[in-house]
Each structure stands twice: as C-alpha cells, then as structure tokens.
C-alpha cells in the first residue's frame, strides 16, 4: 500500500456536527454552538423521517441561514439506491447542488462517482454506513476522490491513528454522542423484516428496543405460554459463553437495547491523538433539547480544551444526563467490545433525564411555548447558548435572577400574547406566555426531576 506523505491540511481545530432533524432544530444546533450541521430532502437522504421536516424551499433557506452565520451545512445523500431510482437520484444531486452546501454525505462508490461527475465543486464525504474500519479502504475512497470520512463507530482510536498517518490529507470524522445501533454501524434489518420499513432507506422503526416478552412451548398443547418466571439464559455450545436474560413482570425485556453513545469525558484522548477532525452528533429524529444541550456541551468541552482549561468531565456529564438516554457507553473508540458488558440497556427503551423541559423560547426571546406544565411562582432555571447575555429584572409579570451561578425564571402572572391571563399551563397549549424581559432567542426553561433514577454511565 502507498503511503501518502503530502501535508495535512486538516483544520486546527476539530469541527463540531450537529443533526438538522428540521429548521427550527438547524437553529438551535447552530446558536448553540455547533460549528456544522447536516440533514436532507428525500428518501435519498437516511434522514427520511426527519427530512419531512424539509423540502427544497425550505432546505434552501435553511443553507442561507447557516451561511449567514458563517457556518457550514453537509447535506445527507446516504441512502441506498435501487436501479429504477438513479434517473431521480441524478437529478436529485442536480438540484441539491445548486443550494451550495458545504459537503455531500455519501454511503456507496457508485454514488461517489455519479456525484463527483455531476457537481465536482463539492467536496464529498463518506457515510459512516460505508463502515470504513481500516486503511486499504480508506484509500480506496480517497482516491476516488473523498475528502472527509465519517468512521464506522466500531472504529478505534488506534485505527484512526494508523489511517490518518498513511493519508494525512484525508479527514476523519467520528461520532461522539447518540443513538447506537444492536447491528454494525446501522447495517440491520430486524425492522425491514419486522415493519418492512429499510434502515438504510432512513425508514427504521427501532424494533431493537421494542419491550420483548418471554415464551416457551408447552409440549402437551403446542402452544406458546407466558414464562414463569425462572431465570432463563441461553447458551453457546461451542464456548460454553452462558447469557441470562431478563424479564420484568408486565414490561418485558430489552434483548437488542445498546445504550447510547457518550465520549464527553474523552475528548482530551480523542484530540491529542492529533487523528480526528471532526466530531458528531446522532441525533435526526431527537428533541430540540436534545440538540441544545448536546450542541452545548460539547462545544463546551471543545472550549475548555482548546483554552488549555482543566476539561469538568463530571460537568459535562451533569448536563448530558439531563437528557432522556437508554443509559451510556463510550462506544468501541476507546475501548474494544469484548473489554467490557455493559454496552446495552436490558431495563428500558428510553429513562428519563434529571430535568424536565418545561418551555422554549421564541427566535424573539419576548414570548415561550410551554412544553410542560407551568404555575405562578414556580422557578425555572434558563438554558441558554454559551456566552449568551442574561439581564436580571423583576417585574409584574416576573423575575430573572441568578442563583448558585445559574440563571432562574419565575412568573408572577402566566399571561399569553393575546393579553389573556392563566392560572397555569401545559404542553399542547399553543399560545405563547410572556416572559418578564426578553432572554436570549432559543433558550430553555427547565426544572429538576427529584426522582431521577439513571442508567450506569459506564464511562471507564
């Protein structure tokens, strides 16, 4: 193999990526400090669900809008195509091209080549559904012409290493927080099978981590009965390697379940390994406060590091667990599979996070949607972007103070744009409220759930 001894031209400093599961998330990824964000039109794009969220008009703002802001935005075209759908998928690359994005995501070589020949102005990316794992293919797609790859999550560290040491010109992106999948690098078809719905088509229904009950076959009837209870394992004959499985009463059990990915407390190994250009967000179908706060911790860490501060590990996990998550595992990038067994969740689909959402602030910071439950003289402490200006005022309406180095809301009164007044209100309720003063656009109220009862981060 030839090894490529150019000079890098890789950034100084590691781009952060956020998911653009629609306009209004692009946004919030972006004021809170995501460098990058990627999303798509199409059933092209393995944002499909998300993708409805966009058509062209809207995509086409949405690549102005990043712009503006002097940031950039990859567009997802990492499906994978049949034959009766190339006419489109041509046209498709025609059109997506004229917006001018930064970067197309590609997941095949065929595609690579048709996108290369019809819009060589825009740098290409490769899929991590390509599951790039060492450097014979990484050149492969190098010289076809790839600038950027987006690593297979079983990816690691080392390998990384190895790859950007024999193709220095090569970017490597990898993903540091997000949704896992049980088969390798999204390579399933447990819900093609299941739901008819393809995950690489951006259709996956997640049936691995659908609640799965326990039955055996009473021999007499031949019938399938409910378990009763025993503990239950299945075995490998070959190795002798004995599994138990779990059930709880009435729920069932999480056969499938992998816990989602988190590396906020290896950012300092990830970049000194001088290897990784950019980092990545899962999260296209996740909530806009999923997108904040990963956005914003993460940007955080990347701050702290850069700015040669001390990285809060423990910090940055404080406000990731405030996220609903199916527990935490820091993947395959730092530890090999078989060095540990606690990569997946046999207890829940999903736990709730340590906070509840309680409203969203309008792009004019005047006004919030709730999205919970609000009643007057209840505090509720305000997430915003990182370096936002906060103004502290109290008023007939309500307070902004600071407390303990956060920043907290309280109403008086609960009273909506169209003067009418509340004694209290909950999610569904589309009226904006009236906040005291403005905050800034896009932020979160939150309060603490007292009973939080969380997954093991398994972060070793």
Excluded: W
């Excluded at 001894?5 to 629609?22: D, F, I, M």
């Excluded at 659908?210 to 409910?226: I, M």
């Excluded at 936002?388 to 744009?417: A, P, Q, T």
């Excluded at 906040?435 to 009862?453: G, N, T, V």
Aim: charged share 25%.
């Amino acid at each position: 193999m030839q090894t490529h001894t150019t000079q890098s031209t890789s950034p100084k400093h590691a781009e952060l990526l956020s998911p653009a599961g629609s306009f209004e998330k692009l946004k919030i990824a972006l004021n809170f400090g995501a460098d990058v964000v990627y999303g798509g039109v199409s059933h092209f794009s393995l944002r499909t669900r998300a993708g409805k969220e966009f058509d062209m008009q809207t995509f086409a703002k949405a690549v102005r809008y990043t712009h503006n802001l002097g940031k950039k935005i990859y567009v997802t075209i990492n499906g994978f195509p049949f034959n009766a759908q190339l006419k489109l998928l041509e046209s498709h690359i025609e059109k997506m091209a004229e917006l001018e994005p930064d970067a197309f995501i590609i997941a095949t070589p065929g595609v690579v080549k048709l996108a290369k020949s019809i819009a060589p102005h825009i740098p290409l990316h490769l899929s991590t559904q390509a599951n790039v794992l060492n450097v014979l293919d990484a050149e492969v797609f190098y010289e076809m012409g790839v600038k950027r790859i987006v690593c297979a999550r079983e990816l690691s560290l080392k390998d990384a290493v190895e790859i950007k040491k024999a193709l220095p010109d090569l970017e490597l992106e990898i993903f540091v927080h997000g949704s896992m999948c049980f088969a390798f690098s999204g390579r399933c078809l447990i819900s093609a099978l299941q739901n008819g719905r393809v995950p690489n088509r951006g259709s996956c229904a997640n049936d691995c981590r659908f609640d799965y009950e326990y039955f055996v076959r009473d021999l007499q009837s031949d019938k399938l009965v409910p378990f009763d209870g025993r503990e239950f394992y299945v075995k490998n004959p070959d190795n002798g390697v004995m599994m138990r499985l779990e059930e709880e009463e009435g729920i069932g059990t999480h056969i499938f379940n992998s816990k989602d990915l988190n590396l906020a407390s290896h950012i300092k190994e990830i970049l000194d390994s001088n290897a990784i250009d950019a980092l990545k967000i899962e999260g296209r179908t996740k909530s806009a406060y999923y997108v904040a706060i990963t956005a914003r911790t993460y940007k955080e860490a990347l701050d702290d590091y850069y700015g040669a501060r001390k990285l809060q590990d423990r910090h940055y996990q404080d406000e990731l667990n405030t996220l609903k998550n199916r527990g935490f595992t820091d993947g395959y990038i730092i530890h090999r599979p078989f060095e540990k067994s606690n990569t997946q969740n046999h207890q829940t689909a999903i736990s709730e996070g340590s906070y509840q959402v309680n409203a969203q602030v309008s792009e004019c910071g005047t006004k919030a949607l709730c999205k919970f439950s609000i009643f007057p003289n209840e505090p509720k402490q305000i997430v915003a972007p990182l370096d936002s200006e906060v103004v502290c005022v109290k008023n007939d309406i309500g307070e902004i103070y600071k407390e303990g180095g956060e920043y907290y809301l309280r109403l008086f009164r609960i009273v909506l744009e169209n003067g009418k007044e509340l004694d209290s209100i909950h999610s569904g309720n589309t009226n904006y409220f009236l906040l005291p003063s403005a905050l800034p656009p896009l932020s979160f109220l939150r309060q603490k759930i007292e009973i939080f009862h969380s997954q093991p981060c398994a972060l070793n």
